[in-house]
């Protein structure tokens, strides 16, 4: 049930962005289905001017919404018009209401007839089958009574409520009208959670009770910790502000490379998944990219990229940074991100299956082709730049990739330590790679046999927990017995109270959203190694994640608590 307009009330999820917003509350309809049980079509004529009148209605709202949108939206509204508009898809619902289809499965089915010609047809075709869903849905809650699904255009700054989102709604989103996120369900370590701080939005999953308020009703949401306020008063606005303040003048620590205390050098890193991030982040004081997620390139793409195409993506990240390191890894399709071109069939468990390397080992076409397309972009810049794979698990994985790396020509070569069983036996494993950088999103699933993506396990996956601090310590120190260095590209890199700990577990760079950086680059010059090395100590001694983080806040200096 929807909260009353002036209703107080306070609640938490899992803060996953942290920044500090207040605003209206615009909330993500879900899309409908065709009920099963609907009234058979008996007056088509009838049936077919109420469905040519709701597909009008349907095109007149994205042309209306294509009108003011920015420059990415606009042509993706329009071809959603048109296909509102398009005879074939008006004479294909005839077809099924003359035979007696209820309203709403007339629709579908007519759009799934297209949408599987489009896909037979493949390229440019095939990739307008999201748009033609997304009229089907649009029709579909219209002839339900319901409001059309999907994220609506912000026309003033707001907060989105979503059931969930997917990892290609929230790169839409633009930072001038989208001023928080709250989900009812995700996990810390989603992609939608990741790319919500790429773009330095506040956001909080698992906020369950966000879905029993109303659109509209002011909302204040504070990403570091987690809360939501509903309805807040003038008083706790006023004390969001000051915190956001203390924040601020907390973050204004400087733009140099990241330290502790006594010196001690951690290099900040970004993590990217576009070329526009590249941009983005390479006007951001750090010291260059501890990942670039490659697949998001491809993510929605039915083919695989050309070699040409990728070079000249690869070639414009390496320009943007110039003599700063990029650490690029290799393809991670597979699990809860699937690639259309690089599809092996469903499987049981993905997370568990062809996914990362092991998808690369088979498909070494693929593999092949974006190696070629570094080793081009790298001669063409002579940047420096790092190759890694993912979900490395054995020597005989590292060896295989490695030996591939360096036929190419490419200067460093190294692996993600995201399987336990490659941070147990780090020292064998890096014996044959230049570098290792901890995904600790993946090495905590894996350690926990806990999914990422199931947000109600969040216990399980707060990376505080002493069990995964265990586990890169091991790594740590298979690094230090091959005095080879080993990072952190997973999201505990970017809290700032973490970062400490990892720094203390002897790590050599940390890799974040590029806006989580200065409060890392505060928090670690507040403190000494030794004291690092301390707080490590201390948190691996806890018994659980909660005690862990406890001791670690009882032991810094106060001002960390704002950078939270
Ligand atoms: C990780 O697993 O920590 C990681 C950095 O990779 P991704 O989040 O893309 O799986
Ligand atoms: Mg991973």
């Avoid at 987690?226 to 969001?240: Q, R, S, W, Y």
């Avoid at 994985?397 to 020509?409: C, D, I, S, T």
């Avoid at 806990?450 to 990376?463: I, K, T």
């Avoid at 400490?500 to 000494?528: E, F, I, Y």
Wanted: net charge negative; aromatic share 4%.
């Amino acid at each position: 049930m929807a909260a009353d307009a002036g209703q107080h009330s306070t609640f938490h999820g899992i803060g996953v962005s942290a920044g500090i917003a207040v605003g209206p509350l615009v909330v993500v309809t879900p899309a409908p289905t065709a009920p099963a049980d609907e009234a058979p079509t008996t007056d088509a004529a009838a049936a077919s001017v109420t469905v040519h009148g709701v597909l009008d209605e349907v095109a007149k709202g994205l042309e209306a919404r294509a009108a003011v949108a920015g420059d990415h939206a606009k042509p993706i509204l329009e071809a959603g018009a048109m296909m509102a508009r398009d005879p074939g898809l008006a004479m294909g619902i005839d077809n099924h209401l003359q035979a007696g289809k209820g309203l709403t499965n007339a629709v579908t089915a007519a759009v799934e007839e297209i949408c599987t010609m489009f896909e037979s047809l493949g390229g440019y075709m095939a990739e307008r089958v999201t748009d033609l869903r997304d009229v089907r849905d649009r029709a579909v809650a219209r002839l339900l009574g319901q409001p059309e699904p999907g994220v609506p255009t912000l026309t003033v700054p707001s907060i989105l409520a979503a059931h969930d989102l997917a990892p290609a709604e929230t790169a839409t989103l633009s930072t001038d009208t989208c001023l928080g996120i709250i989900t009812a369900a995700g996990g810390p370590t989603s992609h939608t959670a990741i790319l919500a701080s790429q773009l330095g939005i506040p956001a909080v999953v698992q906020a369950t009770g966000i879905l029993g308020v109303a659109a509209g009703t002011t909302v204040a949401i504070d990403g570091g910790v987690g809360e939501i306020t509903v309805n807040p008063t003038a008083d706790e606005v006023t004390m969001l502000e000051e915190r956001k303040k203390r924040r601020a003048a907390a973050l204004a620590g400087g733009t140099g490379k990241g330290a502790t205390k006594d010196g001690y050098p951690v290099a900040l890193l970004a993590n990217i998944g576009t070329a526009d991030d590249a941009q983005k982040a390479a006007k951001q004081a750090v010291e260059g990219v501890g990942l670039f997620r490659t697949e998001f390139l491809f993510l929605d793409r039915d083919t695989m990229p050309t070699v040409e195409e990728q070079t000249a993506t690869y070639t414009a990240v390496f320009e943007a940074f110039g003599d700063r390191r990029v650490v690029v890894r290799t393809l991670d399709a597979g699990a809860d991100k699937p690639l259309k071109f690089a599809d092996l069939g469903p499987e049981e468990n993905p997370a568990l299956g062809r996914r990362g390397i092991r998808l690369g080992m088979i498909r070494t076409d693929v593999m092949d082709a974006q190696l070629e397309a570094l080793a081009a972009a790298y001669k063409a810049t002579g940047a420096d730049v790092r190759v890694m794979a993912p979900m490395i698990a054995t020597q005989a994985e590292a060896m295989w990739f490695a030996e591939k790396v360096r036929a190419l020509g490419l200067p460093k070569v190294g692996i993600m330590i995201e399987v336990p069983a490659a941070a147990i036996r780090s020292k064998g494993i890096l014996y044959h790679v230049d570098f290792a950088s901890l995904g600790t999103n993946d090495l905590q699933q894996y350690t926990m046999a806990a999914d990422r993506m199931q947000g109600e396990l969040a216990d399980l996956l707060n990376p505080w927990e002493p069990a995964l601090l265990d586990v890169v310590a091991l790594a740590c120190e298979g690094g230090a017995a091959m005095g080879k260095p080993v990072g952190v590209c997973g999201e505990a890199g970017g809290d700032p109270a973490l970062a400490l700990v990892l720094t203390g577990l002897g790590v050599s760079s940390l890799s974040m959203a590029p806006g989580k950086v200065p409060a890392v680059r505060t928090s670690l010059g507040l403190h000494t190694r030794e004291q690092c090395q301390q707080m490590a100590a201390a948190a691996r001694a806890a018994t659980n994640a909660a005690d862990a983080k406890a001791a670690v806040l009882d032991m810094a200096d106060p001002v960390l608590r704002d950078l939270l």
